[in-house]
């Protein structure tokens, strides 16, 4: 069975800092990878897709990498802003799959 | 509409009786989600529609738990008579293709069963 870890599951810091979040999976069979952003009490905003065949994936201050041999991804979010506080979760569907499997997901805060 | 809209935004049942929650995907998307959110914890899978073909109902936790999407657009969720085990958020997401394309989410439903 595939488990998706997020460590650590929250992170504090100030405004500037880049920002490492860091993603794990069990079992490396992944179709792709996507990283999510949740803010209290809404639905979650696609990041990031990244296939199985990719390395990495940007977009703006937002840059995910992927390691499928390894299990990890991790993504990276330059020059933190205050705006930029919220949940973010990875998830990954399995080949020939269709459902996600998420991680506990990443609280960020970014202090002005 | 621009997104997936989920109905009602909040519901709260007595313990026993019946929930019906509403997702409208957006537009034109074949593939509709249904998954369930603890507190403070990532999402689990519920089921699965292409079109109007429920393909995957696996994560659903009983048979207290019912989902159809009929004409392939609109879906509900029912839950028969709620426990407070099933005190969550629900969301719904739908997508253009199930497995290769971004899911979009609606807000979701957060349901408290007293």
């Known amino acids: 069975k595939q488990e998706v870890t997020q460590i650590p599951a929250a992170l504090s810091v100030p405004e500037g800092e880049n920002l490492v979040l860091n993603c794990s999976f069990t079992?490396?069979?992944?179709?792709?990878l996507q990283w999510f952003r949740q803010d209290p009490g809404k639905g979650l905003t696609s990041l990031l897709l990244?296939?199985?065949?990719?390395r990495e994936q940007t977009s703006g201050r937002l840059n995910a990498s992927l390691d499928k041999s390894s299990g990890r991804s991790t993504l990276y979010i330059a020059a933190s802003q205050p705006g930029d506080s919220a949940t973010y979760l990875c998830?990954?569907?399995?080949?020939?799959?269709?459902?996600?499997?998420f991680g506990g997901g990443t609280r960020v805060l970014v202090k002005p | 509409g621009a997104g997936v809209s989920q109905s009602p935004r909040y519901k709260v049942a007595k313990r026993g009786q019946d929930v019906a929650l509403r997702c409208d995907p957006i537009?034109?998307?074949?593939?509709l989600f249904w998954y369930q959110q603890a507190l403070g914890q990532g999402p689990e899978f519920l089921t699965y529609?292409?079109?109007?073909?429920?393909?995957?109902k696996s994560g659903l936790p009983s048979d207290r738990f019912f989902a159809e999407r009929p004409e392939g657009s609109v879906s509900t969720l029912k839950i028969q008579r709620t426990q407070q085990e099933d005190s969550a958020v629900y969301l719904c997401?739908?997508?253009?293709?199930?497995?290769?394309?971004?899911?979009?989410f609606g807000n979701g439903t957060r349901l408290t069963v007293t």
């Open positions: 997401a739908s997508s253009f293709l199930s497995y290769n394309s971004p899911l979009h």
């Open positions: 529609f292409q079109n109007e073909a429920q393909l995957d």
């Open positions: 079992d490396s069979a992944i179709y792709n």
């Open positions: 537009s034109g998307h074949v593939s």
């Open positions: 998830a990954v569907i399995k080949a020939a799959g269709n459902k996600l499997t």
């Open positions: 990244i296939q199985s065949s990719q």
